[in-house]
């Protein structure tokens, strides 16, 4: 399967920003997809994850009750809507598939062997 991420720019403080992930070249309803980012000079780090059906769902610490992830499945697409934007969440965002992984690795970006390219979002204060 191939990821394709967008909808990054830069917003200031306390904004929205929704950023999305479409996939193409496989069955999207089968595959559990999280989001990942990378602020700079730092590790990439788990933001959001939706599992294959849709009925489960979890997020980081740092972004929970601000962020909502979301999917499409007629769309092939995912969503990332970010509310309450910090200057912290400066990031590129990254959009990641796996078929395969299982429960306890759900935050872990070695579980995901397929990934988007990723879309920046900078958070002005």
């Known amino acids: 399967v191939q990821l394709q991420a967008s909808g990054g720019g830069l917003v200031q403080a306390g904004g929205s920003l929704r950023v999305s992930c479409v996939a193409s070249g496989g069955t999207f309803s089968r595959y559990t997809i999280a989001w990942f980012r990378q602020a700079p000079g730092k590790e990439r780090d788990f933001v959001a994850v939706i599992k294959a059906r849709g009925g489960y769902t979890d997020y980081a610490e740092s972004v929970k009750a601000r962020f909502t992830v979301s999917r499409d499945n007629a769309k092939n697409t995912v969503y990332l809507q970010m509310n309450s934007l910090r200057p912290e969440d400066t990031a590129v965002y990254y959009c990641?598939?796996?078929?395969?992984?299982?429960?306890?690795?759900?935050?872990?970006?070695?579980?995901?062997?397929?990934w988007g390219q990723g879309t920046l979002v900078t958070v002005s204060s």
């Open positions: 990641a598939a796996s078929s395969t992984v299982i429960h306890s690795n759900l935050w872990s970006q070695t579980a995901y062997g397929y």
